[in-house]
């Protein structure tokens, strides 16, 4: 693949890696392309990871060091996303600069339909809002019509100043190669030269069924990208992408009468949302047909539409045969496997048709539909009497499915309710899904069928009363309602913060992100991008396949046999402690169902590079470049002392998993090989593993029993909690006790009990937020419960409950609940929350977040973390600190303000043992008051010594004075930063509001005074957004046996950009202080996930209220995550009841 071919073959590591199949983007190049018919150059995005070299003979690549790189020049794309604050890990930046980089290539100036349609291939676990940042003219908030942005409190908003960036300019980009115009070049493969139709189809012929290496890609056939209209329709080569297939419809349906562009419409609603824009740049129309699978969902309405395919047969001279689109069950798509495709007609629509396309997914857009279908109905003239009817679907078997005996049935009936009824009946009679179908969601997927055809007979109502005013009657208004386009519109960002220093003062700023251009041009180098050494390995893991069992023998010969294979490592070869509660390597007994770190028998070490943890040894030492700058476990491993093994850690990003004990673990693992076979061994997991080992949050139960007043107060409460611990203890027992920090609300009887069970799955593991996430949706779900039972508003039992000025927590530790209530009261005041409340589906969640850990272990990890400040004699400063790089720009805030000099004199290069000693985690949001911290009295210690010499000499520079000096190059820090007496179990506390309606979110945060409101905003936008995800989308399913299921990206989904509110708005409350914190700030990071807990809340209460029409009761309790299957289903609607009866009497 071009990914590969990038990194080894050209030594490039701009282009990244995220989940090898085609769902993130963070491998997007651009493919540019000579189009034989229109004589034109194409630019398309495409994702690396799938592209076959052989198949881009005659294009040319563009990745994103040809777009531009530090030296010699940034493009305007990358230096815009950067002082926007557009990234924060920057793994995936590279493809979103590739993703824009093709569209300007395209459209000089894009839509911004354009720009959102681009980035819709892009996954976004860390997006910063700021692009698309509104300039807040006037915020509104005070009724004298004055604006808050009042200079005297020095309110500000934007985060970068758009005005100062260059336009692009299209005459300095790279030109498409001639050579690739005139002629062909052979490169890395046979490369059959013809390009006729002939030769093709005798090739498909006679190398029907083959697979690697041979591949048949027509790139130079003129009739297979051929777009012409005749009198029955548009002809489309079967080459073009399906991009080109939008494209050309787009333009062709304004030219065309509307009656005839209906089918075209119906294809165009899907290519809206069907996969991202890489893979509609990749995607051809051809293969889409042949691929034949039940979600291709282009098919259901080619097929209704009466689409032809144009045929090129077995070799033989061509002249084209035309069969009609077969639908699902007509198997004459099985001979197409020996044809080629060269073109297909797709007709107009007729007067009295009516074409409808349909698909759910598990989220808007970039995820395969669950059901799809197609509709089609032809009336007799000027009548509602059905004359032909088809209705397919997609997503139901394995291939697409006919209602065809149904449509037969409703062949000369009126187009009314009672006909609907029947045809509902007559669906779901045909369209059989078994309660044990593939694909999960019986129940909901059986409801879409009908839910479609409810939505089509009220599309198709509505087009007759347009066509027919006089005849047909126009829908009610509630009818009307349910045609109402579910489509996201731009979304906007306003930041709003407080800036309370002086120019010079770098603190409180929003300052880029210290490695932004280098993400965005990919020149950041993060573990995969470490070239190879001499003599590497690579490391695989032997998982087992059946959940607790024993180890009776290890065989390896048969590995041993394999190519390449140099060494197969077990338990055996561990010298030291094979990790400490979870095993490294699998010594007796295997407990997991699939895979996991407690679970490898052994890693099978062989010569192919992949991704890399990379591990070297030499001399009794080891160096390690990898996730974790923690020596320990590795050191105990392998029987040596701390000060031999070197540690280093630039930057982490692409992550999926876990972060602080399992990489710990993979460490292990790799250095116990790398010391057995005396070689560098490099070790990473392709994503699927990395799903299933490298664990998430614990599945949370909890049961709740409530003793409240009528006005909502709560007296007494006893929480039962149990989380799905898997087979080890892993962080479960630092977990356990974050549901009894309580959210926000006050009970003065509260019985807490916490149960962590042990399953035969891998386990779960500290990930962000601590649990909180899932503790502290249950506290709210509680809320809601006392709610409904008074029937009172939400908002009302929330504030009757909540913390009121000094107060103890039930860890009986002091605080102050002041700025919770003033951020609840500016988000109540924001978004006018009592006016928007007429609406259904809004909720305002506030939220009270811990900083730090409640257990003396990891406050012990953390208080030793130390700093090294070197001060060059040129004036130059590095600094060292124990914080990792995860994206939340922990370096960009070590640029102190303590030296007094520009912030142009400080570098930051890396984390590593060899300079800071005992860093250890960077987690519970403490990374930058520690190290900051830490930096700070490194960096005042080396002020004092500079001190006389600047008062000996006071008109001097900076470099004179360093010059000067010469002394205390170095210096170690060494305090504990958080009591942990009893009664103080966390350092302080966190609090913000958070209100989500239909469209958009106000946040309203307590940051104190932000060192950074670029970085901490971006955090805020970030987290909630993640947040989001984690209540509305990612699911994980596992097989009756224990199997994991959900292996990556195409099943699991993460949010994309159409999933961020369109009016998002983040306000930092003003006038704020933290005496414990650095510079009077608040650590930021995780406690914002669960404000997304707000848009969770808020489709709860719009379920409540659809419940509330049909009159069914209230104490309904949704799960989370709330996806659209839950969501249909809690709404318990006329259709989920008609296949609850209906399978009732089966
Ligand atoms: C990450 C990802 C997300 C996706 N999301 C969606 C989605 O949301 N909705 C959706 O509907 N689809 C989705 N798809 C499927 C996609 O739309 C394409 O249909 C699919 O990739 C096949 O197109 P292709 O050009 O790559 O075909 P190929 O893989 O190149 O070809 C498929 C088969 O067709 C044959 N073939 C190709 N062209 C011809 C021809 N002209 N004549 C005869 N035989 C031919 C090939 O030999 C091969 O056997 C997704 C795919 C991926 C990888
Ligand atoms: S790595 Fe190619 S799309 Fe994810």
């Not at 590279?94 to 980089?101: A, E, R």
């Not at 129940?443 to 409810?454: A, D, H, I, M, P």
């Not at 107060?807 to 005041?829: I, M, R, V």
Request: glycine residues 8%.
């Amino acid at each position: 693949m071009l990914k590969f071919f990038f990194f080894n073959a050209v030594h490039l590591s701009g282009t990244k890696y995220g989940c090898g199949v085609g769902g993130c983007g963070a491998c997007t190049v651009m493919i540019s392309t000579y189009d034989p018919v229109t004589k034109q150059i194409q630019h398309r995005p495409a994702n690396s990871c799938l592209f076959p070299i052989c198949s881009l003979h005659g294009a040319a690549v563009t990745t994103v060091e040809e777009v531009g790189s530090i030296k010699p020049r940034i493009h305007t794309i990358q230096e815009r996303l950067a002082k926007c604050n557009g990234s924060q890990c920057g793994f995936c930046t590279p493809g979103k600069v590739m993703s824009i980089y093709a569209l300007l290539r395209n459209h000089a100036e894009p839509s911004m339909e354009k720009i959102i349609a681009a980035l819709d291939g892009r996954k976004n676990q860390n997006i910063n809002l700021q692009i698309n940042h509104k300039s807040p003219t006037c915020c509104q908030l005070r009724a004298t019509g004055q604006c808050c942005l009042d200079e005297e409190e020095h309110i500000h908003s934007g985060l970068c100043n758009t005005e100062e960036f260059p336009p692009v300019d299209p005459t300095q980009e790279f030109i498409f190669p001639p050579e690739l115009i005139v002629g062909l070049i052979d490169f890395c493969c046979h490369i059959f030269n013809h390009t006729t139709i002939l030769c093709l189809s005798g090739l498909k012929k006679n190398h029907h069924g083959a697979y690697h290496p041979i591949i048949l890609h027509p790139v130079r056939i003129p009739e297979m990208y051929v777009v012409s209209s005749t009198t029955d329709g548009l002809v489309i080569g079967a080459a073009c992408c399906l991009a080109q297939l939008r494209d050309i419809l787009m333009k062709a349906v304004p030219k065309l009468a509307e009656e005839k562009t209906k089918i075209y419409q119906a294809f165009l609603q899907h290519l809206r949302t069907l996969a991202g824009e890489q893979m509609r740049s990749m995607a051809s129309l051809g293969g889409h047909i042949v691929s034949r699978a039940s979600t291709r969902e282009l098919n259901p309405i080619s097929s209704v539409g009466k689409s032809v395919l144009n045929l090129a047969s077995e070799g033989k001279l061509w002249t084209p045969c035309q069969i009609p689109l077969p639908d699902g069950q007509n198997t004459a798509t099985e001979n197409m496997a020996k044809e080629v495709i060269v073109s297909v007609l797709i007709p107009y629509s007729m007067k009295d048709d009516f074409i409808s396309a349909f698909r759910q997914a598990e989220s808007q857009k970039n995820a395969l539909s669950i059901v799809n279908s197609g509709m089609r109905i032809l009336f007799s003239p000027g009548t509602d009497t059905i004359v032909d009817l088809s209705i397919l679907y997609g997503g139901i078997g394995s291939t697409i499915l006919s209602a065809r005996k149904s449509c037969e049935k409703l062949i000369g009936r009126q187009w009314n309710d009672q006909m609907l009824n029947e045809a509902c009946r007559l669906v779901l009679e045909e369209i059989f899904l078994p309660p044990s179908a593939l694909g999960r969601k019986v129940e909901y997927r059986r409801t879409l069928l009908v839910s479609f055809l409810f939505r089509f007979y009220l599309e198709v109502l509505h087009g007759l009363n347009q066509m027919y005013p006089f005849r047909c009657a126009e829908l009610s208004q509630e009818k009307m309602s349910a045609l109402g386009m579910l489509q996201s519109g731009i979304a906007q960002g306003v930041q709003i913060y407080q800036l309370r220093c002086p120019p010079q003062d770098p603190v409180g700023r929003p300052i880029m992100h210290q490695s932004g251009i280098k993400h965005t041009t990919g020149e950041e180098v993060y573990i995969d991008d470490i070239r190879p050494v001499d003599g590497e390995l690579s490391l695989a893991l032997v998982t087992n396949i059946k959940a607790h069992t024993k180890i009776m023998s290890i065989n390896a010969s048969e590995a041993l046999q394999v190519p390449g294979v140099v060494d197969v490592v077990t338990a055996r070869d561990v010298p030291g402690e094979n990790g400490k509660d979870e095993q490294a390597y699998a010594e007796d007994k295997v407990f997991l169902a699939s895979g996991g770190v407690s679970g490898p028998f052994a890693p099978v070490i062989y010569k192919k590079r992949k991704v890399s943890l990379q591990v070297s040894s030499c001399c009794n030492q080891m160096k390690i470049s990898a996730r974790t700058v923690n020596t320990e476990f590795v050191a105990s491993a392998l029987n040596l002392q701390y000060n031999k093994i070197m540690c280093h850690m630039k930057c982490v990003g692409g992550a999926f998993g876990g972060k602080i004990t399992k990489p710990l673990l993979f460490a292990v693992i790799a250095a116990v090989a790398a010391n057995k076979t005396g070689h560098a061994v490099c070790f990473a997991l392709e994503r699927n593993m990395d799903m299933l080992i490298t664990g998430r949050w614990h599945p949370f139960f909890g049961k709740y029993k409530v003793g409240f007043m009528n006005d909502g107060r709560i007296r007494a409460a006893d929480f039962q909690c149990y989380i799905n611990g898997g087979c080890t203890k892993d962080e479960f027992e630092s977990v356990i006790p974050c549901v009894e920090s309580g959210q926000c609300i006050y009970i003065l009887n509260l019985l807490v009990r916490g149960h962590a069970c042990k399953t035969n799955l891998p386990s779960n593991t500290a990930f962000r937020g601590f649990e909180f996430p899932q503790a502290g949706l249950f506290v709210e779900t509680c809320i809601v419960a006392v709610a409904t039972q008074t029937d009172l508003p939400h908002e009302k039992v929330r504030e009757i409950n909540m913390y009121k000025r000094v107060n103890l927590t039930s860890f009986k530790e002091k605080f102050d609940a002041e700025n919770l209530w003033k951020c609840w009261e500016e988000c109540l005041d924001k978004p006018d929350y009592y006016s928007k409340k007429a609406m259904k589906g809004i909720a305002i969640i506030p939220m009270k977040f811990s900083v730090g850990f409640n257990a003396t272990y990891f406050h012990q990890v953390t208080s030793s973390n130390q700093s090294l400040v070197h001060i060059y004699i040129d004036g130059s400063v590095l600094v060292t600190h124990g914080g990792i790089e995860l994206g939340q720009g922990i370096h960009t805030k070590m640029s102190h303000r303590e030296l007094k000099i520009p912030l142009s004199y400080i570098h930051l290069c890396e984390t590593s043992t060899t300079t800071v000693t005992s860093g250890k985690y960077t987690a519970g949001s403490t990374g930058t008051e520690i190290n900051a911290r830490a930096v700070q009295d490194v960096c005042q210690i080396l002020w004092k010594h500079l001190d006389p010499i600047q008062r000996d000499n006071p008109n001097g520079k900076w470099e004179d004075w360093v010059n000067l000096s010469l002394c205390f190059l170095l210096l170690n820090y060494d305090k504990p930063t958080s009591d942990t007496e009893k009664g103080h179990a966390f350092p302080y506390f966190r609090f913000g509001v958070s209100c989500s309606e239909n469209i958009g979110t106000d946040i309203v945060m307590d940051a104190c005074f932000t060192i950074n409101p670029a970085i901490d905003i971006g955090q805020i936008e970030g987290a909630f957004i993640q947040g989001v995800g984690l209540y509305t989308l990612e699911e994980i399913f596992f097989s009756p046996e224990g199997e994991q299921l959900t292996l990556g990206p195409d099943t699991y989904k993460i949010p994309a950009i159409c999933d961020i509110p369109e009016q998002f708005c983040v306000y930092l409350l003003p006038n704020s202080c933290n005496s414990i914190a650095i510079y009077s700030s608040k650590g930021v990071g995780e406690a914002r996930f669960f404000l997304g807990s707000s848009v969770f809340f808020a489709i709860q209460d719009a379920v409540a209220a659809a419940r509330k029409e049909r009159g069914l009761p209230m104490d309904f309790t949704p799960n989370s995550p709330l996806t659209v299957e839950r969501i249909c289903m809690a709404c318990d609607d006329v259709f989920t009841e008609m296949v609850r009866l209906f399978s009732s009497l089966l």
